[in-house]
């Protein structure tokens, strides 16, 4: 008998001798024993690990941002043995070294590193016997050296690239300071929870000579940080996130799931749940996604419809379009547009393949003079580019334009399922999620989708259906409306 024959479904143990079903059950054993230390030949991941490891082919930085008991640390540690060895699976759509490459991994301190990082790439710390049933296959590995002072801490493993040559990783914690991350060239380093940004700084170093990767892996328990920073609001070339939440995660129930989040501190839950960060003071609009989600539909066209826009100076140019339903007082968010490039003129095509009939709220910077250029008012600039810009700049009725007074409004609404955003615009739902206070302030940060919508709705009463907008401008210009995929969420055709 086989082992790779071996099948208990088809096998009745009633008519085996004693002899026979020992011979059985050591194969079971064997087999396991052998399944154990190739774990990386069974790794299954979820669909958005699968998202984590296929943006490698494209991004030299990645940050994996999950909630707590995710899969985010078994991502990272089964892609690290990937790198190591060259053994990738049949799916495989991420980066790839075909030869032996020198790797750094490491967590905030010697004993998480140990317990964390290495258990997983390894096998458990204090059995050596079972050394090699971690990610990496127990076949890999050619020789381990100790960490002094830690108990059962490696300090570098040596691992055979299928190549015939062998890689090589070395074990850092963040609390030994950036020195030690001051290594030779590495094509591959794996931050597991967030480290400094001198740290990150001096890995990411690390693999420029090479053109390697960095990817880090963590529940942002620490807010807006200066790494979360990085990733989130400043968003430099090469950079990628993928957020994973508790309802991606396949092994656990629905009731699994609620069960786990009503365990967590009120103020925790969006991180350990969700991994969105711990928001200094706290978030400007505490409403779950869910609750003001729509999935996106043909927008009637007796609702009317206005936009509103942030103009990009030293931040990004931002654009969203409303429907109002007046009957039931509901604004949706039907589509958003937000970019730093490619200039007036590049902003303005995009919004007006969009349709150009629709009336555009704008904020006070628009009566702001071009310092470096024309000497006009953006807004007049804007204008002059043919989009349909309102005559005087956002304020209520009243006159009025208080940030908070907009920001109560817009959350009111929220509450109230007054205010909907169809499900598919990531960017301001993005934008949703770190909007925050600190000290009691508006952090100015990566709110210009959300700036443009507040604009819009203070200005709701200048919404035009098409049929009224272009009753207006008949006889001055032909609307241009683009029709764009199967729906156009703007024109609801």
């Known amino acids: 008998m086989k082992i790779d024959d071996l099948d208990l479904s088809k096998l009745d143990l009633s008519l085996l001798n004693h002899e026979e079903k020992l011979e059985v059950y050591e194969l079971l054993r064997i087999r396991d024993v052998r399944a154990k230390r190739n774990r990386l030949a069974t790794y299954k991941p979820y669909a958005k690990q699968v998202d984590f490891h296929t943006a490698g082919a494209s991004f030299r930085e990645r940050l994996f941002m999950a909630g707590n008991q995710l899969g985010k640390t078994w991502a990272g540690a089964f892609e690290t043995a990937m790198h190591l060895t060259g053994r990738y699976p049949a799916w495989w759509k991420g980066t790839r070294f075909p030869y032996a490459i020198r790797a750094m991994v490491g967590s905030e301190s010697a004993e998480l590193t140990r317990k964390g990082v290495q258990r997983l790439l390894l096998g458990p710390p204090e059995v050596r016997d079972e050394w090699g049933t971690g990610s990496i296959p127990h076949e890999c590995i050619r020789d381990t050296s100790m960490k002094q ?245 956002a304020t209520f009725e009243d006159g009025s334009n208080g940030v908070e007074a907009g920001l109560s409004e817009m959350l009111t609404r929220m509450q109230t399922m007054r205010l909907r955003v169809f499900s598919h615009l990531e960017d301001w739902f993005e934008e949703f999620r770190l909007y925050h206070r600190k000290d009691g302030l508006v952090v100015k940060q990566a709110d210009d989708l959300l700036s443009a919508t507040r604009y819009a709705v203070m200005m709701r009463r200048f919404a035009k259906t098409q049929e009224e907008a272009e009753v207006r401008i008949r006889g001055n210009k032909i609307p241009n409306i683009t029709p764009f995929g199967v729906f156009d969420p703007v024109t609801g055709y």
């Open 149 to 393: 002072g830690v108990p059962d801490a490696v300090s570098s493993i040596v691992v055979r690239h299928d190549c015939g040559e062998d890689s090589v990783i070395q074990f850092n914690s963040y609390d030994q300071g950036r020195t030690k991350w001051q290594a030779d060239t590495v094509n591959w380093v794996w931050f597991d929870e967030e480290p400094p940004l001198g740290v990150y700084s001096e890995g990411l170093t690390r693999t420029q000579a090479v053109g390697g990767q960095v990817c880090v892996t963590f529940t942002p328990l620490l807010g807006m940080s200066d790494v979360v920073k990085r990733y989130l609001v400043d968003k430099p070339a090469g950079t990628n996130v993928t957020n994973m939440t508790i309802y991606d995660a396949e092994h656990y129930s629905q009731e699994q799931r609620e069960a786990i989040i009503d365990a967590y501190p009120e103020h925790e839950r969006e991180a350990r749940a969700k991994g969105i960060p711990i928001l200094g003071s706290g978030r400007i609009f505490p409403v779950a996604e869910e609750a003001i989600k729509v999935r996106a539909f043909p927008v009637p066209p007796h609702w009317p419809r206005i936009t509103g826009i942030d103009f990009g100076v030293d931040h990004p140019t931002a654009v969203v379009w409303l429907a109002w339903d007046r009957d039931s007082d509901t604004i949706y968010v039907t589509d958003c547009y937000r970019k730093s490039e490619p200039g007036i003129g590049g902003h303005a095509m995009a919004v007006r393949a969009r349709g150009d009939w629709v009336p555009m709220a704008w904020p006070h910077d628009g009566l702001q003079r071009d310092k470096g250029g024309s000497g006009e008012q953006l807004a007049k600039q804007y204008r002059d580019q043919g989009l349909n810009l309102l005559k005087d700049r």
